[in-house]
Each structure stands twice: as C-alpha cells, then as structure tokens.
C-alpha cells in the first residue's frame, strides 16, 4: 500500500492569502499563453488546489458561526456578513496544495514514456510524438494528474512546456485554426492573418520539427483534433487528457482513472478541513470518503463545505450527505458522488450568493473576477470579491492568480441545470447584458489609456469610476494582453447567442479599438481578422449592410496585406454591392478604389484604371477634394504602366492641382516629380513653386497662431 501514501513532493512553501482590497482593474503579469489557463475542472481531482503558492491551514476549532443557508447574517445589500466573510476568507486560505496519491498511475505513465513504441519494435523511426493518454470521467483528476506528470518531467524537454485546451467549457471541441494560432504565439512564431486551419497546424508542426517540447493537450473532444496537432517531432511528448479512448491516435498509451484510494482521499480532504477533524474521528473520514466515491471533486466540495464551518465535524458531513433526498440525476452511479456533494456545497450557500454562482457559467469560459461577478449579480465589487472567496473556501471556484477564478469544468452541467430551474430567461438575458457592458467599459478605459497624458482622451479617463481607470497606458496594455483569450472568447459568445447584438456590436468595436491603440497593425492582424468576421457575422444577421460593407473592406484588407489579392478581390466586390444596397457613398467609394487597387497590384493595368475611373467620378461628385486628388495620383501611374503617357500627363497634372486645392503641399510636389519623369519641366516647375507658395503660407499661418511672425 505504498503508493496510497499522499504524496506532495515539491509542494510549494505554505503561505496564506490576504482578501484583497476592493480596487479597479490591476496589472499583473501575464505571458500569452495557449488558453487562458489549464482547465480547472477536474484539478481537484488528485487534491492539487489553487493558486500555486500554498496556504497554511487555518485552526480546526475557531468558534465562528455556521455558514447554513438557515442563518447566515447579511450587510445591507451585501451577499455575506461581515463576520461570515472573515470565516470565508480564513478557510480559502485554509485551503492546502499538495498532490495526493495517484503514484502508481504516475510511475505507469512514466513507464510508457520509455517503453519501446510500434516503429521502434518494427525497426523504424518514430515519425510523430508519442502520447500518453489520461483518460476518466469530469471530475476524477484527469487534469491534475496531468500537470503534476508535465511538472516532473519538464526538465527532460529542454525546448518548453505547450499547453492547449482542447473543449469549451460548454464541452464543444474548439476549432483547430484557434487552437494552433495560439501555440503558435507562445512559440513567438508570427502568422499570417486569416490563414486557414491546415495552414496554421502545419505551421505548428514545422515550429517543433526537431525540437524536444512537452506538450499538454487538455480536454480533447475527439482523436482528430490530437492527430491534427501532433508534431513530427519523434522526440516530443504529447499528454493527452480525455473523457475516453482516444481510437484514431497511432500507440497511444492510456491511464484510466478511478476514485482515490482511501489513504490519499482522506489526505485531499485534510487539506481543506485540517487533520484535527480527520484524526479525531477516522471512521466518519473514511465513511465520508465512501459517500463520495473516492472522486477528488467531490472530495473537494465536502471538504471545502468543511472548511467553510470550523465548528462542524466529519460527521456532519456524512450525516448532510446521506439526508440529501434522491433525484434523478442520482441513477448515474459514476456521477452520483459528484452530483450529490455539490448539492451539499450549493444548498449550504445564502440565496444571493447561490444565484451569483448559478449566473457565473455566463462567464467567458467560466473565467471570472469580481468585476465580471459583480456586473453578473448586480452587486458591488467588494461583495463579488467576497463571494467569489467564499466559493474557493466551498471548492466551488479555483482561484487562477490574483483576484481571477475559474468555474470547474465538471461543475458547469450542473449549474446550468440550475440556473435554467431557477432563473427566468429574462433575468438570465439582464446579467448577461451587464456582463457586456461592464466588459465594454473597461475596454473603453483601457483604448483611452493609450492617449498621451494631458490629452482629451486622458481627461475622460479620468472622469470615469475610480475601479474603471488604469493608472498608465502600460497597465492598460497590460490588462489588456492578460485577458484578450477571455476577451476574444466573450465576443464569439456574444455574437454567436444573437439575443443582444446590439451589445456584441459595441463589444467587437472597442475590442477592435483597443487593440489597435495598444498593438501595432501588423501585430493585432490576426485577432483583427476573427473580431471582422464576427462584426460580418452580426452585420448579416441583422441586415445591416453598412457595416456588412465595412467588414468586408476590412476583411479584403488584412487578405490583401497577407497576399491572398485574390480573396481580397472577392471581399471587395461584395462590399461594393452592399455599400450600393445601402446607397453610403463613403464604403462605395472605397470599396471601388480598393477594387482599383487590388487589379494594379494583379498587373491589370486597364481594370485598375477603368475602377479609379469610376472612383474618381464618385469622389467628384462628393466634392472630396482629398479623395479626388490620390485618385487622379493613383490614375498617373497606372497610365504610365501603360504608356498612354498623354493620359498620365494629364492625370498628374490634375493631381498637383487637385492636392494645392486641398492644401498639402508634400502631394504637389510628388506630382511635379511625376511630371518631370514623363517630360514635362514646364509643368513640373509650375507645381512646385505653386507647393513651395502653399508651404510657406502655411508656416506663417502657423507662427502667426503659435504667437511669432513670418520673420521669425
């Protein structure tokens, strides 16, 4: 029985955790990474809490009161009491961080890393990865014992750890495109805007051809998505975690999981409600441990409801288990256990903070920090922040870093089935429209941050609620950079929901907006590409061509920068029809120069010059003298492609025109060295002593303004 031993080898240093001031949003470092986190939901599983840092354990026996749905005292307007939060507080922090059991399956594992695979024994060379395969229901360790095994072996793979999550919380499979941009970006690779998902996965496959890297695909829905991203790289690891087989993936090792044995379940729930209890009553341990299958998330909510009541003992909890009525969700034997000890955590929780928990799986991802929980429940951020505590103190939330949690995974189910018992779709429809407009004024903040200090944009800043402001533009980019994966995850949710797209429009603008102001263009390319597709996406949907041309003109030229003209072309043309459809002269102007343009850059001289034409016309009409004169500049050097040379001469001539009129000189003159090269000194000379008369004009105007002269 040795390996029943609860093993927490290289457990951290204990420390406790501090409740953290009610303040705005605050910068933390955060490195890009594949998803926003390793999926929580079954990291109770082999008794490894969260965050990384441990904390002390907290007194068995303080005289706190109870925490029961019967009595807890509330604050006005608040979701806990004051005393009831120091009791939630202390037991997050109570809340232990060691790995518990599991040694057997972790020596297994390690066996199959260095048995001989079928190439090997046919005497070839392996021309992929090998993957291990941890497979078992939501809610048995798959993930924890994944992660302690890429813990230990990460110094043998010198090129890096890769991890990628591999489902939705919703448990849909998330596209491969999506997946292999991400790990593309953790390997610092660039990628082209809009590349499609074969492009993107073989890709991935050349970044770690002939490199020894770890990788840890989460949550895998199917072998296709595996087999897709597997790297040709023999010397690479795949850890694959799985709810079953994964039949499709050549010489997969699999680990399945069952419950805990009882040695390490009874170590996983001393972490959360101290050894005194567990030592003093052994029996009622191991009968609690009986009630919850061995599961590790089940252990986890009946000894975070422990943790939670210091006064309460073992016994308590086997008692409260076994009183539970049966439902019809108790049929299932495997997840019984689980199901009935989140009714144990759940039914325990004051009304108030039981429906935050319940509108919590509106979250992007199951992400959340207390101002996503304080827009969802319509509560101040300091209650969210204490209700989001005290749901780590129940196991009901892990905690991902400073003031952001996690929904598990194996939780989500059954708290959409409440929140579709007990909330009216109304009010379901109200929370999420908080959460997008809490999410959209933050974003606004964060693109006014990027604003010189003393500008207009920083005034404004500055006017908004103090929890809003960023106190520099690197804070706000930083924010920005450590939330864009649930950011980009709210915006998808929101249009793909298509009951508030006026909410999901505004969302993808300031998203839009405050990556440009924080990201250069080449940078934000590719998540500029996906937020226009869903802005097309809702355009379409609700007949809005307007913005239905926009997004295609920006569609058309993220395509056009990443070489696909051809694509580009298409995108433009359709924007030309919706622009007309709309009768907006601004998007069918541009939609006909961007036409123009894409035909030049296909050496179709005639068509560019046939669109410019019917450009120009547009332009002309509109009194757009600006427009009017890069049109006439863009026809000169089409006309000289050809070498209809009297018709570039013409057309340069009427751009330096055209550019005196609109006051820049700096066009003028690129005019007159046009017409130099086409023979024409006269004319050329005429330009430029026209520019250098506007040019001067325009510094006296400017000394004359700033309070010098002319002579000055």
Request: aromatic share 4%; charged share 25%; glycine share 10%.
């Amino acid at each position: 029985m040795a390996e029943q031993a609860v093993d927490t080898d290289g457990a951290p240093t204990p420390q406790r955790r501090q409740p953290p001031p009610a303040a705005g949003p605050q910068p933390r470092p955060a490195p890009r990474r594949a998803t926003p986190s390793p999926r929580a939901a079954d990291r109770p599983a082999t008794g490894r809490a969260e965050p990384p840092t441990g904390q002390a354990q907290a007194p068995a026996g303080r005289a706190e009161p109870p925490l029961d749905r019967q009595g807890p005292e509330r604050d006005a307007g608040g979701l806990w009491s004051g005393a009831t939060r120091a009791v939630l507080f202390a037991a997050a922090a109570s809340v232990g961080s060691g790995f518990a059991g599991r040694r057997r399956e972790l020596l297994a594992l390690r066996a199959d890393i260095e048995r001989a695979g079928l190439d090997t024994l046919a005497g070839r060379k392996a021309p992929r990865s090998r993957v291990l395969l941890i497979a078992g229901r939501p809610g048995s360790g798959r993930t924890a014992l994944a992660e302690e095994l890429v813990r230990r072996l990460a110094e043998d793979y010198p090129d890096g750890v890769l991890r990628a999550r591999l489902a939705t919380s919703a448990g849909d499979p998330v596209p491969l495109e999506r997946i292999a941009r991400d790990l593309l970006a953790v390997l610092g690779v660039k990628v082209v805007a809009g590349a499609d998902e074969d492009e993107l996965c073989q890709a991935l496959r050349d970044a770690l051809a002939g490199k020894r890297a770890l990788l840890l695909f989460d949550d895998a829905v199917g072998a296709e998505q595996v087999d897709a991203l597997l790297p040709d790289a023999p010397d690479s690891l795949v850890v694959a975690v799985s709810r079953g087989p994964l039949t499709g993936v050549p010489d997969v090792r699999p680990c399945t999981l069952g419950g805990l044995d009882v040695s390490a379940a009874i170590g996983l729930l001393a972490q959360y409600a101290g050894a005194t209890r567990i030592t003093v009553d052994p029996m009622a341990a191991q009968s609690l441990v009986e009630e919850c299958g061995g599961q590790p998330a089940a252990l986890v909510l009946a000894g975070g409801w422990l943790a939670a009541r210091p006064m309460a003992s073992v016994a308590d909890a086997v008692k409260r288990l076994r009183e539970l009525p049966p439902t019809a969700g108790d049929q299932d034997r495997g997840a019984r256990p689980l199901a009935r000890a989140f009714r144990l955590a759940y039914e325990a929780l004051p009304p108030a903070a039981a429906r935050l928990l319940r509108l919590l799986v509106l979250a992007p991802g199951g992400w959340a920090d207390p101002h996503l929980a304080s827009a969802l429940a319509g509560c101040s951020v300091p209650d969210a922040e204490a209700a989001l505590e005290g749901f780590v103190a129940h196991g009901l939330l892990r905690p991902l870093g400073q003031r952001q949690y996690l929904v598990p995974g194996c939780l989500v189910p059954m708290l959409r089935a409440a929140l579709r018992a007990q909330e009216r779709p109304a009010e379901v429809e109200l929370a999420g429209a908080r959460m997008l407009e809490r999410i959209v004024r933050q974003l606004h903040a964060c693109r006014l941050a990027a604003e010189p200090p003393g500008s207009a944009a920083r005034r404004k800043l500055a006017g908004m609620p103090r929890p809003l402001r960023f106190p520099s533009s690197a804070a706000a980019a930083e924010w920005l950079e450590s939330r864009l994966p649930v950011l980009l995850e709210a915006a998808r949710l929101a249009v793909e929901d298509g009951g508030l797209d006026t909410l999901a429009r505004r969302l993808t603008h300031a998203l839009t907006h405050a990556l440009g102001a924080h990201r250069s263009a080449e940078e934000a390319a590719p998540e500029l590409y996906g937020l226009h597709r869903l802005v097309l996406d809702v355009a379409r949907r609700r007949d809005l061509p307007v913005e239905e041309a926009a997004a295609l003109l920006n569609l058309g030229d993220l395509d056009a920068r990443a070489g696909r003209v051809e694509e580009s072309l298409v995108r433009y043309k359709h924007a030309l029809e919706a622009a007309r459809e709309a009768g907006d002269p601004y998007t069918t102007g541009r939609s006909l120069e961007s036409i123009g343009g894409t035909y030049e850059d296909l050496g179709d001289w005639h068509r560019a010059a046939d669109w410019y034409g019917r450009a120009l016309e547009l332009r002309l009409s509109r009194g757009d003298r600006i427009g009017e004169a890069r049109l006439y500049e863009r026809l000169g050097a089409v006309h000289s492609r050809t070498g209809q040379w009297g018709e570039a001469l013409r057309s340069w001539r009427a751009a330096g025109a055209a550019f005196r009129r609109a006051g820049n000189p700096q066009g003028a003159l690129r005019a007159a060295d046009a017409l130099d090269r086409l023979g024409d000194p006269g004319a050329a000379e005429a330009h430029r002593r026209a520019a250098r008369r506007l040019a001067a004009r325009q510094r006296s105007t400017t000394y004359e303004t700033s309070g010098g002269s002319a002579e000055d």
